[in-house]
């Protein structure tokens, strides 16, 4: 249990950092929260609240692994170099692909109401 209690704790300040010192990870909580608040609005099934809400919280994981590796490049130097400029790159590219799944979730979503 004590590992367990650490791991929350650290997880916890991870989320708190990133709020604080993060706009897009901001930026990406504000769209769940609307991206949510819509979900438990309108008549969905089940499995799709699910679907809309579990990719929600995925966009947010990626944003937070993409800060991790954006700040352990940085860490190591600020000087340009195409490895670190490729590193953030793909971050980056991991948290557009998840929002797009998203993105395809709510479209299909949607569509079924129609």
Request: hydrophobic share 55%.
């Given at each position: 249990?004590?590992?367990?209690?650490?791991r929350?704790?650290?997880?916890?300040?991870?989320?708190?950092?990133a709020w604080?010192?993060e706009?897009?990870?901001?930026?990406?909580?504000?769209?769940?929260?609307i991206?949510?608040?819509?979900?438990?609005?309108?008549?969905?099934?089940?499995?799709?609240?699910?679907?809309?809400?579990?990719?929600?919280?995925?966009?947010?994981?990626?944003e937070?692994?993409?800060?991790?590796?954006?700040?352990?490049?940085?860490?190591?130097?600020?000087d340009?170099h195409?490895?670190?400029?490729?590193?953030?790159?793909?971050?980056?590219?991991?948290?557009?692909?998840?929002?797009?799944?998203?993105g395809?979730?709510?479209?299909?979503?949607?569509?079924g109401?129609y």
């Amino acid at each position: 249990m004590t590992r367990l209690k650490s791991r929350i704790v650290w997880s916890w300040a991870g989320c708190c950092d990133a709020w604080e010192r993060e706009h897009s990870f901001r930026t990406w909580v504000w769209a769940n929260v609307i991206s949510a608040a819509l979900a438990l609005w309108l008549p969905l099934e089940p499995a799709e609240r699910a679907l809309i809400l579990a990719l929600g919280i995925l966009v947010l994981a990626a944003e937070l692994m993409n800060t991790a590796i954006e700040r352990t490049v940085d860490y190591i130097s600020e000087d340009p170099h195409d490895l670190a400029r490729r590193a953030k790159d793909a971050g980056s590219a991991g948290v557009a692909v998840t929002a797009v799944a998203a993105g395809v979730a709510w479209i299909v979503v949607l569509a079924g109401l129609y």
